[in-house]
């Protein structure tokens, strides 16, 4: 007993000790952390992008990455890293050193849907930090003008008029954005439909506006792009409310469905565990470019509407997309692959 009551003072000295050094050294890293992010960026950093070169996240990332170049004052450069639908450059990102020179222009598919159809090597929350989101795109209702729908009302009853009869295209396959917004649609107007996948929205929409198939959801940018041609017609958009670009186009929400709002989004994200100045220091500069009205105008002639979330929101918005897009995966039936 008196060993122990003798020892009592050596341990609290001890433990006293232990706790003003490790107080110490979070204060040595995070001064480390202030430092690095001073003289960030020493050399050119690297904006990954999962998909090809041409589609909507690699023009909005080449559009945000110019920008940060010219007011940082350093080169950030767009590497197109294709492959796994966009899992290869996701988990690239995910194990690249957490030092602000590996960016990521990360999108719904990458963050919110494929860990939910296959077994990703990467924890979307747990080992990415997000920074900015640039801006989300709705998705078009587009049919064919053979079709007598003039909107969205219309449409839904002539589809209930003849039930598994009639089917729709969806561009990049069954668990694409396009493919999962529609079967969330379905399901709020108690609509049956066949689902005919493509390898990309480009041929989804030439069937489309050649009558083989009657109806699909299309990027904003597609949809634009066909909005004066007389062989389709535009319905509603997916977003909550009407988009800029559209704006005699009614969103499905007023279409007699509150609250439908489901849209694409690209946001940029870093290795978790990254300087905490260096994300302030990225998403600061986006905010001040999505207040330029040149560069929103940039981003709206490619489809996208601005957002804008710093760091906290979109942290939020990944933690409220998650189950959201998990489940519409599980109302389209989507095959999980393991």
Not at 173 to 186: D, K, R
Request: aromatic content about 6%.
């Amino acid at each position: 007993m008196k060993n122990h009551r003798a020892n009592a003072p050596r341990r609290r000295i001890f433990g006293a000790s232990f706790a003003l050094a490790s107080f110490a050294l979070l204060a040595m890293l995070g001064l480390i952390g202030a430092v690095a992010a001073q003289s960030w960026p020493e050399r050119p950093v690297k904006l990954l992008v999962p998909f090809a070169a041409g589609g909507n996240i690699d023009v909005t990332g080449r559009i945000v990455a110019a920008r940060l170049s010219e007011a940082i004052g350093q080169q950030f450069v767009v590497e197109n890293r294709v492959g796994g639908g966009g899992i290869i450059a996701t988990e690239a990102v995910a194990r690249a050193p957490a030092d602000g020179y590996t960016l990521l222009c990360g999108s719904t598919n990458v963050i919110a849907i494929v860990p939910h159809i296959m077994k990703a090597p990467y924890d979307p929350q747990k080992d990415l930090a997000p920074v900015s989101v640039l801006g989300a795109s709705p998705q078009v209702l587009i049919v064919n003008a053979s079709i007598p729908a003039k909107n969205v009302k219309e449409f839904v009853a002539y589809v209930k008029a003849q039930p598994n009869k009639l089917a729709y295209g969806g561009g990049g396959g069954a668990g694409s954005a396009s493919n999962l917004i529609m079967a969330q649609f379905l399901k709020r107007a108690g609509l049956t439909m066949t689902a005919v996948s493509y390898r990309g929205t480009a041929p989804a929409m030439n069937d489309l506006i050649a009558g083989h198939i009657p109806v699909m959801f299309g990027p904003m940018s597609e949809a634009f792009a066909q909005a004066k041609n007389p062989k389709v017609r535009l319905l509603a958009v997916s977003s909550g409310t009407r988009s800029p670009r559209l704006p005699d186009v009614p969103s499905i929400a007023e279409s007699g469905f509150p609250g439908f709002d489901a849209q694409s989004w690209t946001g940029m994200l870093a290795p978790a565990g990254t300087p905490k100045p260096i994300i302030v220091k990225i998403a600061g500069e986006i905010d001040k470019a999505l207040k330029d009205p040149k560069f929103v105008e940039l981003l709206r002639n490619n489809g996208i509407e601005p957002l804008g979330y710093g760091p906290e929101k979109f942290a939020a918005f990944i933690a409220a997309e998650i189950p959201k897009w998990g489940e519409a995966v599980t109302i389209a039936g989507v095959k999980i692959q393991k």
